[in-house]
C-alpha cells in the first residue's frame, strides 16, 4: 500500500539508527543487533523474502562450522538471525543479499529517487549485514549455490539500494549476478587496454565476471588461479581466460610462480583477490607487478596481513578494499550476462 494507511509507522529514519540495539551510536553494520520488529518507519520499505544469497565466504564458514549438515545449517542461520536480527557473520563479518516482493512503501520512503511500490519484485544491493530480518521459516538451503529460501521479512532504509529483479533472466541467476556485482565494476575501472590481469578465485561467480569483464579491454591478457578440478575445467571452457593456473592460493610462493611462468615473468599490473578463503592476501601481493594494484574483494581478506605482509616482502604495491557499490553496478553485471552466451549459459546450468 503505497502512502500506507496504517498510522503506526515509526519516525523516519534514513540510516536505521533507531534499528540499533545495544551501544548507541553505531550504525546498523556495526551493531551487534537490530530489531527486526514491525511496523516499519515512515520512510523504510517492507520486503517479503523468498531467498537468501548468503556471501560466499560466510556460507562456507557456516558450512564448515557445521561439517556441511544442513540441518545443522538451518539451526545456524536461524540462530544466528534470531538472535542479530540480521545475517550477520560474527566470524567473517559479511552478510549477502535477498530476493523478495515489497509488501509495503513507508509514505516518506524516497519513491523519487528510488521508483518502488507494493508488488515489485526486487532484490537487495545493501548487505544483509545491515538489514534487519526476520525468518519464520527455512524453505529450503541450496549448499551448492550458497542459497536459502525462507519465508521471512527485511526491511530496506531510505538510504538502502536495491534493484527491480530484470524479466530477461531467471530470479536465480540475477540473484547470483547482482550479489557480486561490484566486482566486474571495480574491474571495468581498474584495468587498462593492454595489461595483464590476474584473478585469483577466479572460476567463483565473481571471478568468471571479473574475467570477461577485463577481456572487453583491447589486448588485455587474462590468468585465472582456481582450486578445484571443477573449477578449473570451468575456467578452461571459456574464451575469454587466456591462462588457467591450478593452485591453492595460501601457498603464496606457487601461485607466484606459475603466475611468472604464464606471463613470461610480467606479473599483472592487476591482481583481484575473490577467493573465498581466508590467508589468500600474499599469493595476490606476490603476483602483482611493482607500481600495479591488488584489489581485495574477497570478504576473508585480512587487511593486517594484506598490508603487514605487502610490507614485509617490499612490495609496492597498490592495496584496494573491494567496495561492494559502484554506481550503476547492478545493471553494468547484468549487462554482461545478456552480452556473453557463455557467461549466460555458464550462470544458467550452475544457478537454476
Ligand atoms: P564463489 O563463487 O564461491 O567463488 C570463490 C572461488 O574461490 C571459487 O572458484 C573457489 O574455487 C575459489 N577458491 C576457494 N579456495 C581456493 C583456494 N585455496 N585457492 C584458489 N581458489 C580458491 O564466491 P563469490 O560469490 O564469487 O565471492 C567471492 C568473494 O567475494 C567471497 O570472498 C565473497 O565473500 C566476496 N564478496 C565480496 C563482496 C563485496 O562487497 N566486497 C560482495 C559479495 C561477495 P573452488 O572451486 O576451488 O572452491
Given at each position: 500500500m503505497a502512502g500506507g494507511s496504517s498510522p503506526a509507522f515509526r519516525p523516519g529514519d534514513p540510516l536505521g539508527i533507531r534499528r540499533v540495539l545495544g551501544r548507541a551510536g553505531l550504525l546498523p553494520q556495526q551493531a551487534d543487533a537490530v530489531d527486526p520488529s514491525?511496523?516499519?518507519?515512515?520512510d523504510e520499505l517492507l520486503v517479503e523474502v523468498e531467498s537468501l544469497n548468503i556471501d560466499s565466504a560466510s556460507f562456507k564458514q557456516i558450512s564448515d562450522s557445521c561439517s556441511g549438515d544442513v540441518k545443522k545449517i538451518e539451526e545456524a542461520i536461524l540462530g544466528l538471525v534470531a538472535r542479530r536480527?540480521?545475517?550477520?557473520?560474527?566470524?567473517?563479518g559479511s552478510g549477502g543479499m535477498f530476493i523478495g516482493r515489497v509488501a509495503q512503501v513507508g509514505p516518506k520512503f524516497p519513491v523519487q529517487q528510488k521508483p518502488v511500490k507494493v508488488g515489485d519484485r526486487i532484490a537487495s544491493?545493501?548487505?544483509?549485514?545491515l538489514t534487519p530480518l526476520s525468518i519464520r521459516k527455512i524453505v529450503k538451503i541450496h549448499p551448492e549455490i550458497d542459497r536459502v529460501d525462507i519465508e521471512g521479512h527485511a526491511i530496506l532504509f531510505a538510504s538502502g539500494i536495491f534493484a527491480k529483479l530484470p524479466t530477461d533472466l531467471p530470479d536465480t541467476v540475477a540473484l547470483a549476478v547482482l550479489d557480486v556485482a561490484g566486482a566486474p565494476a571495480q574491474t571495468r575501472k581498474l584495468v587498462h587496454p593492454g595489461q595483464t590481469v590476474v584473478v585469483v578465485g577466479g572460476g567463483g561467480k565473481s571471478g568468471v565476471l571479473c574475467l570477461y569483464e577485463a577481456k572487453r579491454k583491447p589486448g588485455v591478457r587474462t590468468v585465472a588461479v582456481d582450486y578445484s578440478q571443477e573449477g578449473i575445467q570451468r575456467l578452461q571452457s571459456l574464451p575469454f581466460v587466456d591462462h588457467v593456473i591450478q593452485a591453492d592460493a595460501r601457498n603464496a610462493v606457487e601461485v607466484m610462480e606459475k603466475v611468472r611462468a604464464a606471463t613470461g615473468g610480467h606479473l599483472a599490473e592487476v591482481v583481484i583477490n575473490v577467493a573465498n578463503i581466508p590467508e589468500t592476501e600474499m599469493s595476490c601481493v606476490l603476483s602483482c607487478r611493482s607500481g600495479g594494484i591488488v584489489y581485495f574483494f574477497s570478504m576473508a581478506t585480512s587487511f593486517t596481513r594484506a598490508a603487514l605482509g605487502a610490507e614485509g616482502v617490499g612490495a609496492d604495491v597498490d592495496l584496494r578494499i573491494g567496495n561492494?557499490?559502484?554506481?550503476?553496478h547492478a545493471e553494468l553485471a547484468l549487462g554482461l550476462l545478456r552480452e556473453s552466451p557463455e557467461l549466460r549459459k555458464l550462470f544458467t546450468e550452475t544457478y537454476c
Open positions: 514491525l511496523p516499519i518507519a515512515e536480527g540480521k545475517q550477520h557473520n560474527p566470524v567473517t544491493l545493501v548487505s544483509l549485514s561492494g557499490y559502484t554506481e550503476g
